[in-house]
């Protein structure tokens, strides 16, 4: 039997990341997928000056090299109202395919080792985790996603409706004018939103999303959905076109066991009021791959409070920012504060990029403008 330190269970962006911190504090690390990378992986492609913050912790300072900046984010509220800012810090829009790939080469330069398998059975002993018979570890990370194997060896089920959405993303012609990110959300089927985020090569990663609410969502309803709100794309003219889940960190399974840790999506770390992921998931996997190569037999009560000291009150206010979200007036006021309030959209962009936490006085200004146009 094979036997390692640390064994993460899938190779995107938070077990790369929890690869990387296994191997700076030391351990020997086996990052499994069941994947050859490159590979492609459905998702808005968008990545935050903050994600970039944690791989550069890392010794990862050039995952966006080559990529031109986006300086720029547009809202548009259900009820029409847009505000368009410079980002604090620009964003990039890299596909998947190619960052991924950049982690997983700097994951294995750093001496860890990649091998394609599918995981099928996991069994937790007292002084090891064994996987398929085959592995030993002293620990494990489970980042493998959405449908997380790991995740469910430990006993949790997906996220049900209410805190799952499903999206479609594809590939399109970037639109004329101003190099910005858009989110131009639903007045119909809120909470729904599609955007368009530009590469810098003359195509933008386009999609469309929305929070599944208990009947099934079909891929026409999709693509209605994205020509809807994007009328700039055309028929058939975006390409590459898949649809993938997104589990909502309104409904997180306990974040381990033991010697087992969850990361990224695998532990429903997707923004509620954005989609947005890879931030959690590069962040939750650097402390995952520390605990878990640092104190193994006690890895999941050390990272649940790690994640709890770092991203505990930001998780707590993004949750209860998705749920006033539900009410379109309350987006409307809060795309218009921003407009008229530089202060106002920092927040929002802190809260729905980065870890930030919702202000009383940005809720005062939100709230005024809701009485306002009440």
Same mark, same amino acid.
């Given at each position: ?6 064994? $993460?269970?899938? !190779?995107? *962006?938070?077990?790369? /990341? &929890?690869?990387?911190?296994? =191997? @700076?504090?030391?351990?020997?690390? %086996? ?49 029409? $109202?847009?505000? !368009?800012? *410079?980002?604090?810090? /620009? &964003?990039?829009?890299?596909? =998947? @395919?190619?960052?991924?790939?950049? %982690? ?64 479609? =993303? ?71 076109? =898949? ?132």
């Amino acid at each position: 039997m094979d036997e390692y330190d640390v064994v $993460v269970v899938g !190779a995107g *962006p938070a077990g790369s /990341a &929890a690869a990387l911190a296994a =191997r @700076r504090a030391g351990a020997s690390v %086996l990052l499994l997928d069941r994947a050859d990378f490159p590979r492609d992986k459905a998702c808005g492609d968008g990545i935050a000056a903050h994600t970039l913050d944690v791989l550069a912790e890392l010794g990862v300072p050039d995952a966006v090299a080559g990529f031109a900046p986006v300086p720029a984010l547009r809202l548009v509220a259900p009820g029409g $109202v847009e505000c !368009a800012r *410079p980002l604090p810090r /620009a &964003a990039y829009t890299v596909p =998947r @395919r190619v960052f991924d790939a950049r %982690l997983v080469v700097a994951a294995v330069a750093a001496g860890a080792q990649l091998r394609r398998h599918t995981v099928r059975r996991i069994e937790a002993r007292d002084d090891r985790v064994v996987i398929d018979g085959v592995l030993s570890a002293r620990a494990v990370v489970g980042a493998d996603g959405a449908g997380s194997t790991v995740r469910r060896a430990l006993g949790h089920p997906n996220n049900p409706d209410g805190h799952l959405a499903i999206a479609i =993303r594809g590939y399109a012609p970037a639109a004329a004018g101003p190099v910005e990110q858009q989110i131009v959300t639903s007045g119909a089927e809120w909470p729904a939103y599609a955007w368009s985020f530009p590469i810098g090569d003359g195509r933008a990663n386009v999609g469309y999303g929305e929070v599944l609410r208990g009947f099934p969502v079909s891929r026409t309803r999709l693509l209605d959905g994205l020509h809807a709100l994007l009328p700039g794309v055309a028929t058939g003219t975006a390409t590459d076109l =898949r649809a993938h889940h997104l589990p909502l960190s309104t409904r997180r399974p306990p974040p381990g066991r033991g010697r087992i840790v969850l990361a990224g999506d695998a532990l429903s770390l997707v923004n509620p009021f954005t989609g947005e992921g890879i931030f959690y998931a590069v962040l939750s996997g650097a402390l995952a791959g520390t605990v878990t190569a640092g104190t193994p037999h006690r890895a999941a009560a050390r990272y649940a409070d790690l994640l709890r000291r770092r991203l505990g009150r930001h998780l707590r206010h993004s949750s209860a920012v998705a749920r006033l979200a539900r009410y379109r007036r309350v987006v409307d006021a809060a795309v218009r504060a921003a407009g008229e309030d530089e202060r106002v959209f920092r927040v929002m962009v802190e809260l729905g990029l980065g870890d930030g936490v919702l202000d009383l006085r940005t809720a005062r200004r939100i709230g005024g403008g809701l009485a306002a146009h009440g």
